[in-house]
């Protein structure tokens, strides 16, 4: 079953904006951070922003001024405001959860991605 549900992604005209949401299922409990990832043709997947569960924050320099990462704990939602986009953010957009999981019969932090919101700016 589909544990994190993404959207937002779509075509943007360069120094536009678009809204990513992300919402962890309640069977993802221990979480530890969600975030969001991008990955272009060609290029390795990337840390764009993350948000802990105390709400720290962490962004990519690429994107930083740009990009707002926040959280809705009582939705389990995290969400990524970008603004003044640019070619260069042209990605595949991956939600990414971080939480505790028994893995192999032991507790360790586990990856939930989701399955990927198209982002493309065009100039």
């Known amino acids: 079953q589909v544990q994190l549900v993404e959207s937002g992604g779509g075509l943007v005209q360069a120094g536009g904006s678009l809204r990513l949401s992300c919402a962890a299922s309640e069977s993802i409990v221990n979480i530890n951070a969600m975030g969001w990832y991008r990955q272009a043709p060609g290029k390795q997947r990337e840390l764009v922003a993350a948000i802990s569960s105390g709400g720290s924050t962490n962004y990519a320099d690429s994107v930083k001024g740009r990009f707002t990462i926040s959280r809705d704990n009582a939705k389990n939602t995290v969400y990524l405001q970008m603004n003044s986009l640019k070619p260069e953010d042209t990605a595949v957009y991956y939600c990414?959860?971080?939480?505790?999981?028994?893995?192999?019969?032991?507790?360790?932090?586990?990856?939930?991605w989701g399955q990927g919101t198209q982002v493309t700016v065009s100039s």
């Open positions: 990414n959860c971080n939480a505790d999981a028994v893995v192999s019969g032991r507790f360790l932090p586990y990856d939930y």
